[in-house]
């Protein structure tokens, strides 16, 4: 076979086929190892910096708190709390709209545009003078990036067929903690600097939003919209993953809004509970992002010892996030990997509260362990979900749903690690705590669910044989030939 041969697209007659695995012939296993390849080396690169940038602007306000900036802009009580808690409630407020928008506007525009509307902000908020404006960049912040996580979460999930989906999240949310390994060394170099007069705070936000800048820049080249129009492969490559995404029910390009499954998204008890975990494990694995400069400096480090060690324990959170793919297979499936994070970050937390406050060793050992355990669940939880949606609209509904409600779990995070707790902080880990127990109740609830869905379609399927093919497309998920990954 030609590499100009044309490869069959699924047929009119196969729509009632969908969910069935396709036999790929030697040639076209080739050639979808060579699209997956391209895919991995351009678009999956690119969105993954692209997060990892994102971790080092959301994590530029925890380190320029210790570098000056609260004493500079005369931050007391609360102030700081609010300007950590403030970005997810713009993020939240946005979330939902700008993943419909996205379905309306071309995705390269909008995950660039969203990432050059957070470089500017970045920019902005080093020139703050007070609480009032620095709550106010950091809404802003929240509200113009709330488009680029879930729009990066739909756009892998049309261009990888559903076996690959997994693993390329996982790297995915793995550069998040490249992102944070960089950021404390980072900013440590540029506190021991003076830069034109500026303040050290200052040159943080300067630096790392220049950077995502550039960057966004740089997505208007590399980025394509859809793979049946993407430029970058060959027309066999081309026509075979269309048809596989055909057979998936996840053709992105071809389809409009559909009311029906937006409905389904939202009346679906699965998808609340996905957001129930991940807004759980968002509200531990945060603790690190937001306050682990300040744990570690409570323990008696220097500013730019705590932040040179913050690569530490981001280098355990990325550790974690990198190994998800690989746990996940090894304990047999997300909901199993999920249970084994918690496990750990019980663990963690338990050992921050029991353990004496001033005991830096111990406190730190803490700090690792839920670093390392926290973020898988927020890994996890997304790219379980992610692997059982299909429809045109629906996977973005969910991804929306869960992303802008389970994404508000920081935002009680923000409050509950406060100065005058210092150095126990015995409200902030009892909080986080009860919400990684939570987690792993509702983990259990939702496998239980699934299983029982699965069993249920194998004894008794429906049939679907007077079914329109756009009524057979709207069934997403609960197609009967559809079986959920547990």
């Known amino acids: 076979m030609s590499d100009n041969e044309v490869l069959p697209l699924l047929r009119a007659d196969e729509a009632h086929h969908i969910n069935k695995p396709l036999d790929l012939s030697s040639k076209e296993e080739e050639y979808l190892r060579s699209y997956t390849s391209k895919c991995d080396r ?46 997810y409630l713009g993020s939240f407020i946005f979330q939902l709209p700008s993943n419909l928008v996205l379905k309306s506007v071309k995705p390269t525009y909008w995950l660039c545009g969203s990432m050059l509307g957070w470089s500017l902000v970045t920019l902005l908020t080093a020139f703050v003078a007070n609480a009032r404006q620095l709550a106010l960049c950091r809404f802003m912040f929240g509200a113009v990036q709330a488009g680029y996580l879930t729009g990066s979460l739909y756009y892998i999930s049309y261009w990888y067929p559903r ?39 200052q040159n943080i936000f300067l630096f790392v939003g220049s950077l995502s800048l550039v960057w ?16 970058f492969i060959t027309d066999s490559e081309q026509r075979l993953i269309v048809r596989l995404m055909a057979c998936q029910n996840t053709v992105a390009s071809t389809r409009h809004i559909s009311l029906r499954q937006a409905g389904m998204a939202a009346r679906d008890t699965k998808i609340w509970l996905w957001t129930l975990i991940d ?39 990325f550790s974690g996030m990198a190994s998800i793919a690989y746990i996940a297979k090894m304990v047999r499936g997300s909901s199993n990997a999920i249970a084994l994070s918690n496990v750990v970050t ?40 992610m692997a059982n949606q299909q429809g045109s609209t629906k996977p973005a509904m969910a991804a929306a749903i869960t992303s802008a409600f389970g994404g508000l779990g920081p935002l009680a995070t923000a409050f509950v690690y406060r100065d005058r707790d210092s150095p126990a902080f015995v409200l902030g880990h009892t909080v986080c705590l009860s919400m990684t127990v939570t987690c792993l109740l509702a983990t259990a609830l939702l496998r239980w669910m699934l299983s ?31 079986r959920y990954k547990i």
């Open 279 to 317: 807004f759980c494990a968002n509200s531990a694995t945060q603790v690190n992002g937001m306050f682990g400069p300040t744990l570690i400096a409570s323990q008696g480090y220097s500013t730019q010892t705590a932040q040179l060690l913050t690569a530490l324990t981001n280098f355990m959170a």
């Open 452 to 482: 029982s869905e699965n069993d249920r379609r194998d004894r008794d399927p429906a049939d679907i044989s007077g079914l329109t093919m756009e009524q057979v497309q709207d069934l997403a998920d609960n197609h009967p030939d559809f």
């Open 216 to 231: 966004s820049l740089v997505g208007l080249r590399v980025l394509e919209d859809y793979p049946d129009t993407a430029t």
């Open 42 to 87: 351009r678009l999956l690169l690119y969105i993954c910096i692209g997060y990892a940038l994102d971790s080092l602007n959301k994590m530029a306000l925890s380190n320029a708190k210790i570098a000056g900036l609260s004493a500079d802009l005369d931050l007391h009580g609360y102030d700081i709390n609010l300007a950590l808690g403030v970005y």
């Open 163 to 201: 076996e690959l989906v997994r693993q390329r999240m996982g790297f995915f949310f793995a550069s998040a903690g490249i992102g944070g390994i960089c950021i404390g060394p980072l900013c440590a170099l540029l506190t021991s600097l003076e830069i034109m007069g500026l303040r050290a705070w």
């Open 346 to 385: 019980m663990v963690g937390f338990l050992l921050a509260l029991l353990a004496p406050s001033n005991s830096a060793a111990a406190q730190l050992t803490a700090l690792f362990l839920f670093s390392f355990a926290s973020p898988q669940p927020a890994a996890h939880g997304p790219a379980w979900e």
